[in-house]
């Protein structure tokens, strides 16, 4: 019998073919993982405020301290004023900014950062 190089004498799937196809099998169940699911990554609703919210590790436990913050401001008002003290230096550099100016707020016995407390309130008012 002849055989071409890369050609499987059996005449079924090669090697290569099978381990390409649960390679593509593999990474296709892992996107679909990634994309549908939270086991990677949470996934939020959009909101127009994205671009702050985006400074949050976790909006779910942002929620629950945001939900202890008394703050009767708007969403879009909250939005305007954390655009402003985030823009310069991210939120380490606000947090840094506010305990150096000793803006700090008490919520139910822990003191916290007015920068945190604000976007926290602001996660909880769009939950």
């Given amino acids: 019998m002849i ?31 990634y994309r549908f699911t939270n086991l990677f ?12 919210l985006g400074a949050l590790l976790d909006r ?10 008394h703050d009767t401001q708007t969403p879009a ?8 003290i985030l823009k310069p230096n991210g939120l380490s550099g606000a947090v840094a900014a506010d305990i150096a100016a000793d803006r700090l707020i008490e919520v139910e016995g ?4 007015q920068s945190v407390a604000l976007l926290s309130a602001l996660a909880a008012k769009l939950a």
């Fill in 3 to 33: 055989s071409l190089r890369g050609q499987n004498p059996q005449r079924g799937p090669s090697r290569r073919t099978f381990i390409g196809l649960v390679a593509a099998a593999g990474l296709a169940a892992g996107a679909g993982l």
């Fill in 60 to 69: 779910g436990e942002a929620v629950k301290l945001g939900a202890l913050v």
């Fill in 41 to 52: 990554v949470h996934h939020y609703p959009p909101t127009p405020y994205d671009d702050v």
């Fill in 77 to 84: 008002t909250l939005a305007a004023r954390l655009r402003g």
């Fill in 110 to 113: 822990w003191v916290i950062p």
